[in-house]
């Protein structure tokens, strides 16, 4: 499987290796490469629907392969507005491209005070290292 490392412009990242990547008023929504590494294949994802506002850190998908749980949360307060189409009977677009055609799904941020920062670009390549210390 071909594997690009194609990153998106403006994203941020939470200390779960989830993604966020800004377009105006809509946030796409994926995970970080470094999180599928060793993973060969997605089997399918399990989907949680809400409605209205959710909450930071809500779980929002969960990306199944043979031995592996993959939790997908929300990184900001948010709404959600839908899936990527593009994985419909191509799942493994996530791992050809974890960070930029293989998003997950798409929200509008919700602008409530109180919000933790996200890990910019650098912030969260010094978090992996530490993680591979650990």
């Known amino acids: 499987m071909k594997e690009t490392t194609i990153s998106r412009p403006m994203m941020h990242y939470t200390v779960e290796h989830e993604w966020i990547d800004y377009n105006g008023t809509v946030g796409f929504v994926g995970i970080s490469a470094f999180k599928l590494k060793g993973i060969k294949k ?70 409530f005070s109180g919000q933790e920062p996200l890990l910019s670009r650098e912030d969260y390549q010094k978090h992996i290292r530490l993680k591979k210390v650990d």
Request: with cysteine; glycine share 8%; net charge positive.
């Open 42 to 111: 997605i089997d399918n994802i399990k989907w949680y629907r809400y409605k209205g506002a959710i909450e930071k850190g809500t779980l929002i998908a969960e990306l199944h392969s043979e031995d592996y749980i993959i939790p997908i949360h929300a990184p900001v307060n948010c709404k959600f507005l839908g899936s990527n189409q593009k994985l419909n009977g191509n799942l493994n677009l996530i791992l050809e491209s974890p960070q930029d055609r293989g998003w997950v799904f798409f929200i509008t941020p919700l602008k």
